[in-house]
């Protein structure tokens, strides 16, 4: 529920471009800044939530930050100016960003391992639905009640779901481990997953994975994660551009290169969106059974070459939606993946760290991508660079980050292995 809150709440700002232009009476382009500033809120706020998180609880952060954002959003409401909006989602934009690691981090201790990657793909469709959402919710409320009317909407759903949060939504378990083996609420979430278990109030609880040391930002580096911990960056950076690149300047690349009507590409972008979409039903899955660095290699490697089919087809033939499904599929649903990746990467004591900072990282191609992409439009480029460049190429050097990242794994875990086998 809370995902489906902060996508709604992130992505809303494009369905509203055409009625603020008309009520701030400016153009579209002057509307530039309000993204800038909230996607550098998003980017500044993820480096700051992380350690704050594995400080004092995922739970904790996730009801305040809720309230927040949702009280920031309501605020924009009041604004009469361009710079006024820009200001206020800036501030929004940082507590956006403290929803998708907390709900990475609390989803992924809470469930099995063997399905681990399924349940956060799952988690993280509420935010891609949410996102999705917007333009019907905006098409609903706004030709009746205003622009407002998407704020009013945006800033009182978040705070109504921190009241059920603070409820009904439980501290993380392995949160509660890490920070104190004697904590009364253990016992009481354990008999929660299973009633039969017998527990006296006595015991003291471990957790069967490495001891993080060190302050949380160093400690990504500490005891042999540096190299995982700046390709899974990679990873994130070149994912994040691509999808930032798909969401400012798909629709027009459909057009620029093949005249089509705006109701086709409009068409052509939706399902590439709903592929993704779908493609989040089953790639946890399949991360669950084979690993989620080999399998993603693989998926980025098909997205870089349904791409660059894209560059060299007629995109006016009906295979243009084979082609786009799966760019969609694999970028998509690949940043899914990534997320259950950084989640499983960490041990308890930094993992909403890990992945707040990777999140963080990938910021910076939200603001790559979409340079890029202005770019090639302004320079008329023709359609294979002009896919190849922004798209193909960021997915290939994902793809080959992952690859690294298995072949770093596999003598790990046999030294792992021939340990234990000494002990």
Known sequence: MIMFADGYDVLVMGFLVPSLAKAFHVAPAALTLVFLLQAAGLTIGTYVVGPIADRIGRRRVLVVAAVLFGLATLAAVLATSVLQLALLRFVGGFFFSAAIPNAIALTSEFSPSRLRGTMINLMFMGYVAGGAAGGAIVALLVHNYGWQ???WFGGLAPIAMAIVMWARLPESIRYCVSRDNRDPRIPALLRKIDPSIQLDGTERFVLGEPVATGVAVAALFRDGRAGRTLLLW????????VISMGGSFFLAYLRNFS???LERAAGI?????????????????FIDRFGAPRLLAITYLIAAISVTTLGLMDLTSAWVYFAVFWMGACVVGGQGGLHALGASLYPTRVRATGVAWAFGLGGVGRFIG???????L???WSALPAFIVPFAIPMLIASL?????VLIAAPQAEEKA?????H
């Open 401 to 405: 980050a992952m690859l690294v990242m």
């Open 259 to 261: 005249g089509m009507s």
């Open 370 to 376: 979409p340079a890029i992409g202005g770019l090639v």
């Open 269 to 285: 972008s939706s399902f590439y969106s709903i592929a993704g979409i779908v493609a989040m039903l089953f790639i946890g899955w």
């Open 234 to 241: 990679l990873g994130y950076l070149a994912n994040l551009m």
């Open 149 to 151: 009317s998407a704020f």
């Open 378 to 380: 302004h320079r008329h």
């Open 418 to 422: 021939s340990a234990a086998a000494t």
